[in-house]
């Protein structure tokens, strides 16, 4: 199957093998930019086997059948690439960006490690990864300050054994029982061409990058079972507000509100990413307004307070940050935001919908404006929605939805019985600190 | 399937840029088709080096209080977020640097509203002294972090003056900055100075000597500035700071010695043997300390050089009980280094990486607008890039092995750990990198 979009911009195509490739030219020149979407994420997880999937992230850089412990790195580092890969709930992704003429190179090694990771794998890499994977845990969440923040929302958020009820990094015990046997089955399990969009950003002809894909990975055959991923639909409402409460040494008291809502791609999740907005990105927001400057009782965040994490098979989820003053307890600072919050079902006006539109498609833009991100940005489109072309259009999105429209969705979704909070306080709390109800 | 060869890279050659010069300032741009997203940046020769040592921070909190605007009381950001405009302010040690990111197609009208806050902002006391506190609140926030507390506490341990100071003043130094010497900060160095602008993008339908008149409107020409070469360290050396954080999981680990001036190093030597010691994920203290050892995520070092000065650093993460061997290992590395050499493919790495690898760090606008200011800051020439290349093309092993003895200097270094004291203060007297001091986050700076 061959398309080539409307704006003469992407091309598609699909190898018999199920692999999707996709095709876009980069804005500056003598660069390709590639990026592996593998369909597997955390959520395909099971519980006692949690951070499998990004634990494979690490051990696809650790050799395969014709490519030694550390080469891949060194390959691309070598010709001043960059090059990373990163796991989600969603998906797992790996990427180079290398200068044109070491294409092929990079689709080789792309292809060798998909094809013939498992014979590279050995118990020594695995306790060598492990430990890795650990140290990065401890790292990004044991030793700092609200690391655990995340993975306590996701608890509360999700119930016991729901595919999203846990952080990507996984516990340390099962980290632990991580066997041989069974990373080799994740692997086959997940690791096929038909479960893989393959984009490059390039200003190679189109036909060009599909002969070279072809020849590294037309031969390689989809997987013979697809697995059944687990079942991510949510019977229950959340039936907050739920709450988790942390006294530990963090340097304030910190707040995090979050609230169940649509699915990535609904229609919903875009009202709600634009409320998110008026809420909580940019210093027009009202939560910086309010809090920040006219208040001003939480610390200043440059106006970073309120996001969305995009979840695609399951309910995404509204998150709204802010750490409390000097002298500020947490009640205050959480009472204060919940009003703030609140106050959204009152309306918004079309100037603050306005400003909340710009934000956004400034962050996109910013986003796509470098051939790795545009790469990413295709290679999601694809593997989420089959639409590469949504990399580009995704602003118009928020064209049609009106002021009224984000007004009903905060007044019936940012309420109590949909609210979690995972609330932390300093153990040696100031005088006019109260512990948490 | 056999291993592709690698083809023949194109030739590469840095975008010369366009100067012109409009009334005290000169605009440098880069055209690139295509790249719908601009990025803006004002160069003022004013960073932290600068500043009197009874004003330290000012320029931080001036950089901060510009983001009030005109009007003050944050007024900017939101009037830019209406052009899909993103406010850029950064202070470093050697620049004042204003800018935005926005739509090249909504440039004007963006512009209009950047030159006023840089030019003519409100700087109303209520507003710095908001600002003022809530950076005295940021700091400690940050440095709850360990390694951020790590990199902070470098300054003090290797000079005196200025640079023992972190650069937005410190928890103590900033507190003393009031609102006429922010205003007095700006009114000098800031409003009445045109600088350079820096502008890359889709210029089609751009007029640059308009924008150039916006922004700089009468003020005067950048002066030349002085330069002098900062104090020496105190104390022994080599030596061990244990910076106390209770309970830590973790010791965040700093390796860290001075480093001559910017203009006095040879780069692409001093860089490359950072790049073969920890500047890649190939490099040396990674593959030893994360690959091998599996003590940490991940471990690094760079040069961070300044107009006067200069800082080697070392740095990784590692478990309380294998941080001493993660120094000796790592001072074992520096040592192998400076004895034996690098190999040949060490150098083709260095060498390739930064010669066929430049389109790739040149793909975006960012990239290109922070080379430019680089070039501004530290008076380098149009073709600085392309002349940086022909420096690492021309690299030897002979020319590595030389920078190994002349800028790594394990024998000068201070180590800062930041982490449990009470776990670590036995064994880290016991590795042979000098005396062991014990200190406070709260007595670091005064």
């Known amino acids: 199957m061959t398309t080539i979009g409307a704006a003469g911009r992407v091309g598609q195509y699909t190898l018999d093998n199920g692999l999707r490739l996709v095709t876009a030219p980069a804005s500056t ?74 294409l092929d190179r990079v689709l080789w090694l792309e292809a060798d490690r998909l094809e013939t990771l498992r014979d590279g794998m050995t118990q020594e890499v695995l306790d060598n990864q492990r430990d890795v994977v650990k140290n990065e845990r401890r790292q990004r969440y044991d030793n700092q300050p609200y690391g655990t923040a995340l993975e306590r929302i996701l608890r509360l958020a999700y119930p016991e054994g729901h595919p999203y009820h846990h952080p990507t990094i996984g516990s340390m015990a099962d980290l632990d029982d991580a066997d041989l046997d069974y990373v080799k089955s994740f692997h086959k399990a997940h690791y096929g061409p038909d479960n893989c969009v393959l984009t490059v950003v390039s200003d190679l002809d189109p036909e060009d990058v599909l002969a070279r894909v072809e020849k590294y990975f037309g031969h390689l055959p989809a997987r013979d079972f697809v697995p059944e991923a687990p079942d991510a639909s949510l019977p229950e409402p959340l039936g907050g507000p739920v709450r988790d409460a942390v006294t530990e040494t963090v340097p304030a008291a910190g707040v995090f509100l979050g609230y169940r809502v649509a699915a990535y791609g609904e229609r919903e999740f875009d ?92 962050d996109h833009l910013q986003s796509i404006s470098s051939p790795s991100g545009l790469a990413d940005s295709i290679g999601s489109c694809t593997q989420l929605f089959g639409d590469p072309e949504l990399a580009y259009t995704w602003p118009e999105r928020w064209t049609d939805i009106t002021a009224e429209e984000v007004r009903a969705a905060a007044e019936r979704l940012m309420v109590d019985d949909n609210l979690l909070v995972v609330r932390f306080d300093p153990e040696t709390a100031g005088a006019d600190a109260a512990p948490a109800s | 399937m056999l291993r592709p060869d690698i083809g023949t890279p194109a030739s590469y050659t840095f975008p010369k840029p366009r100067r012109i010069t409009v009334g005290g300032g000169t605009v440098v741009a880069i055209d690139v088709p295509g790249q719908r ?112 507390l790590a990199m902070r506490s470098l300054g003090g341990q290797l000079f005196t003056g200025r640079y023992a100071t972190p650069l937005a003043g410190g928890p103590v130094r900033l507190a003393e900055v009031e609102p006429e010497t922010v205003a007095a900060f700006h009114a000098d160095s800031i409003a009445s100075v045109a600088g350079t602008l820096v502008v890359v993008g889709d210029l089609s339908g751009v007029d640059l000597e308009d924008l150039g008149k916006t922004v700089f409107g009468d003020a005067a020409a950048t002066p030349v500035r002085e330069v002098a070469a900062p104090a020496p360290p105190p104390g022994e050396l080599p030596r061990v700071l244990i910076v106390d954080r209770p309970g830590s999981v973790q010791s965040a680990l700093v390796i860290a010695h001075r480093a001559p001036s910017r203009s006095q190093v040879d780069l692409p030597r001093a860089e490359g043997i950072s790049e073969v010691l920890g500047g890649l994920f190939t490099s040396r203290l990674n593959m030893e300390l994360r690959e091998r050892l599996g003590y940490t995520y991940g471990a690094g070092s760079r040069f961070d050089l300044r107009r006067d000065s200069g800082v080697f650093f070392a740095t990784t993460q590692v478990e309380a009980d294998t941080t001493a061997h993660s120094i000796t290992a790592s001072l074992e590395q520096i040592a192998k280094l400076r004895s034996s050499g690098v190999t040949a493919e060490e150098l083709a790495s260095v060498r390739d990486s930064n010669t066929v690898g430049l389109p790739v760090s040149y793909s975006t606008a960012r990239a290109m607008a922070s080379a430019l200011v680089d070039m501004v800051v530290h008076d380098l020439p149009d073709d600085y890039v392309d002349r940086h290349r022909a420096g690492y093309e021309a690299l030897t092993e002979d020319k590595l092995n030389s920078a190994a003895e002349e800028y790594l200097h394990p024998e000068e270094a201070v180590v800062v750990v930041v982490g449990d004291a009470e776990r670590l203060s036995g064994p880290l007297a016991d590795i042979g990198a000098g005396p062991v001091e014990v200190r406070s986050p709260e007595s670091l700076w005064s």
């Open chain 1, 29 to 102: 020149g003598q660069v390709a930019s590639v990026n592996l979407w593998y369909g597997v994420g955390s959520r395909h997880e099971v519980p006692g086997r949690t951070g499998f999937a990004h634990l494979f992230e690490h051990l696809m850089f650790q050799g395969s059948g014709n490519v030694a412990k550390g080469e891949h790195f060194e390959e691309v580092e070598r010709l001043g690439g960059d090059i990373n890969a990163s796991t989600s709930t969603d998906r797992t992704n790996y990427y180079e960006t290398v200068p044109e003429h070491a």
């Open chain 1, 271 to 362: 009202v709600m990413h634009l409320a998110s907005a008026v809420l909580g990105q940019g210093q027009g927001s009202r939560l910086y307004r309010s809090l920040v400057v006219d208040r001003p009782i939480a610390a200043d965040d440059g106006g970073g307070a309120a996001d969305i994490l995009p979840f695609r098979y399951t309910d995404s989820l509204l998150l709204v940050n802010m750490l409390a003053r000097e002298g500020v307890s947490g009640d205050v600072l959480e009472e204060a935001m919940r009003e703030e919050i609140a106050k959204l079902a009152a309306g918004i006006t079309e100037e603050e919908l306005d400003r909340a539109r710009a934000v956004l498609e400034r």
């Open chain 2, 37 to 148: 997203l601009a990025s803006l940046r004002l160069v003022h020769p004013y960073g932290g080096a600068v500043e009197p040592l009874d004003a330290m921070g000012v320029s931080s909190l001036t950089s901060e209080v510009l983001e009030d605007g005109p009007a003050g009381n944050s007024s900017l950001a939101p009037a830019l977020e209406r052009h899909g405009a993103e406010w850029v302010s950064r202070v470093n040690w050697d620049g004042f640097i204003t800018g935005l990111d926005a739509p090249a197609n909504r440039l004007g009208e963006a512009v209009r509203l950047f030159a006023d806050a840089v030019r003519r902002p409100a700087l109303a006391p209520d507003d710095i002294v908001r600002r003022r506190d809530q950076l005295l609140e940021r700091f400690w926030l940050e440095a709850a972090s360990a390694s951020t």
